[in-house]
Every structure is written in C-alpha cells, then in structure tokens.
C-alpha cells in the first residue's frame, strides 16, 4: 500500500510564479521527509528535506513546509524557473524502519516561459 | 566526487532468466541501497547494505537478492525474471547506514521479454 501519495501527477507553472507540489502520508511513525527531483535519464537528485520536529525549512528558492496533524507536507518554488521542469518525488522515512525511502510516484512540474 | 555508478545502463533478458545488476558507490560511502521504480507502483525500497550485511529489506520475494563487497560495491540479482520486473533500477549511496544523505546512481533499465 502507498504510504506517501502525490495526487497530482503533473502542474503547469509560468515562469516567475509560485510552483507548488502537494504531498500526504498514512504512516505516523515517518519522521523525515524529503524532496527529490528527477530529469529524464538521471537518477533522482536531493532537493531538500525536513525533519518532523520542524514546520518548515527553507534553501534558497525552495521551501518545504510539514503539517503534521494533516499528514501533508508541500514544496513551494518561488520564483519559478524553466530548468525546474522536472519529475518531484516526495519521499518519507522512519527510524523504527531504518530510514528506508517511501516515496510518493511523483509530480511532473512543467515551467513554462 | 565521482558519482554513483550503475552497469549495464539498459538491459533486455527473457522470462526465466536471471539478471545481476552492479553498482559502485561515492568513495568513502559504505551503504548502499537498491530501489525499484515502475511506471505502477513508483519507487519501491528493495534493500540496503552496510559493511557488507544486508541492513533492511523491503518487500520484495526472495527472488530479489543482493551483496556487497568489501569495497562497498553492490551487486543486486534477481532470479527467474518475470515480466513485472521490467523497471528502472536505482541504486543510492550514503555515508552511514540509515542515511538520508543517499545519493543515486542513473539507474539500469532492465526489460524482460
């Protein structure tokens, strides 16, 4: 069963607007959670991640925010770049299962000029 | 660095065959972990290893096997190929086992006919 779900399989964002991808997770034990991007060809690359202790955390351009009591955590890319198009993973893990990536099956951002 | 590498990058096998996939990690990285992604079910976590001993598993069926060597390279096997195994195969290295710092190789795309 999909513990980590992206309902949404693809976004279309204008360049120089707000992209954000959506995530859920079922399982209360996960306590990190991460975000990865992926180009075609390429394996997944780190984007940046949150730890259940904190709300939100912020690298640059990128911010993820984690609502615990909804089970919901989201990326927020602002401003929105063309070489942002790419396949987004949300990817959950907890210590009781030694940190083994759940990951959602991915969002498709599109940036358009 | 030099990155995570995977061999072969694409492979086609019949139903019935067996497959051995390699994959070397960033130097000084001793985990390495294996994930499957299919178009159905995404990324999946097959298993990791540590210093040479199978740390976590997935789930998978026990047709799905790995190892690591000494110097921390993989190999992951997977006997009597089915169809569904058609899929991306990832491979991720992090320093420690347990690690959210996993980088990921392209992968080997495997096709089963």
């Known amino acids: 069963d999909q513990q980590v779900k992206q309902n949404s399989p693809s976004l279309s964002v204008q360049e120089g607007r707000i992209s954000i991808l959506n995530c859920d997770y079922t399982?209360?034990?996960?306590?990190?959670f991460l975000w990865y991007k992926k180009y075609p060809a390429e394996g997944p690359t780190f984007l940046i991640s949150?730890?259940?202790?904190?709300d939100k955390n912020e690298d640059g351009r990128f911010t993820v925010f984690l609502n615990k009591s909804a089970k919901h955590l989201s990326l927020h890319i602002v401003p929105s770049q063309p070489g942002d198009s790419a396949v987004y993973f949300c990817?959950?893990?907890?210590?009781?299962?030694?940190?083994?990536?759940?990951f959602g099956k991915g969002t498709s951002l599109l940036v358009t000029p | 660095k030099a990155g995570v590498t995977q061999t072969p990058r694409y492979l086609i096998k019949t139903r019935g065959q067996q497959v051995t996939l390699s994959c070397s990690p960033i130097?000084?990285?001793?985990?390495v972990s294996w994930y499957q992604q299919t178009p159905g079910q995404g990324l999946q976590f097959l298993f990791e290893y540590f210093s040479e001993t199978q740390r976590n598993k997935g789930n998978f069926p026990g047709r799905f096997s790995g190892r690591q060597f000494s110097n921390s390279r993989s190999e992951m096997n997977v006997s009597t190929l089915e169809l569904g195994d058609s899929a991306l195969y990832l491979c991720?290295?992090?320093?420690?086992?347990?690690?959210?710092?996993?980088?990921f190789g392209p992968g080997t795309r495997l096709l089963v006919l």
């Open positions: 991720a290295s992090s320093r420690q086992t347990g690690g959210n710092d996993q980088y």
């Open positions: 949150i730890s259940s202790i904190k």
């Open positions: 130097s000084g990285h001793r985990s």
């Open positions: 990817a959950a893990s907890a210590r009781n299962s030694g940190y083994a990536l759940n």
């Open positions: 399982n209360s034990m996960f306590d990190y």
